[in-house]
């Protein structure tokens, strides 16, 4: 990959760690040292088996019920503005998704004066039900994703160019 290719997919993995650590400082400030929204005013379900299949086996929030689909509008309007939006470009916006929250969670543990990256473990972040190598399971599984969608997405760029210098 020249880099030429390269430069822009570094600034979008550098603008999107931004965005979540501006977002997890939102977070902090709403949630203070109440992960996953224990004291705040809204609605919650903590049992239910769809919760364990989609959820990770937290609890749903009205709070995380309304903030997980807005940060899922707000990456896609770029693609409002394509005159054509592909797979590649959906499986860019997916993968910058997971990026965001993967970073977002990471960084509300590290910035957040009532934990702390030390308190990022299965005693205290008590809501992340599944660990693996020290960390939530989504950390790992997210990566993998997010890395094999920013490849899907960056390859199928690189052969439609192939194909038109062709």
């Known amino acids: ?88 470009d959906e499986a860019g916006v997916i993968a910058a998704i997971i990026q965001f929250w993967i970073i977002e969670d990471a960084m509300w543990f590290v910035m957040n004066p009532g934990f702390g990256w030390q308190a990022l473990n299965p005693a205290v972040a008590h809501w992340h039900k599944h660990w693996l190598w020290g960390l939530p399971v989504e950390y790992w599984g997210g990566t993998l994703v997010m890395l094999g969608l920013l490849w899907y997405s960056q390859r199928t760029a690189l052969n439609s160019e192939v194909k038109l210098a062709a």
């Open 1 to 88: 990959m020249s880099l030429q290719r390269l430069l822009p997919l570094i600034f979008r993995l550098i603008f999107v760690s931004l965005l979540a650590i501006g977002f997890a400082q939102v977070e902090i400030q709403i949630e203070g040292s109440a992960g996953w929204g224990a004291s705040l005013p809204t609605w919650r379900i903590e049992n239910h088996w769809l919760l364990d299949v989609f959820w990770g086996g937290r609890a749903m929030t009205g709070y995380h019920a309304w903030v997980f689909p807005w940060i899922a509008l707000f990456f896609h309007w770029p693609l409002l503005h394509l005159p054509r939006p592909s797979w590649r």
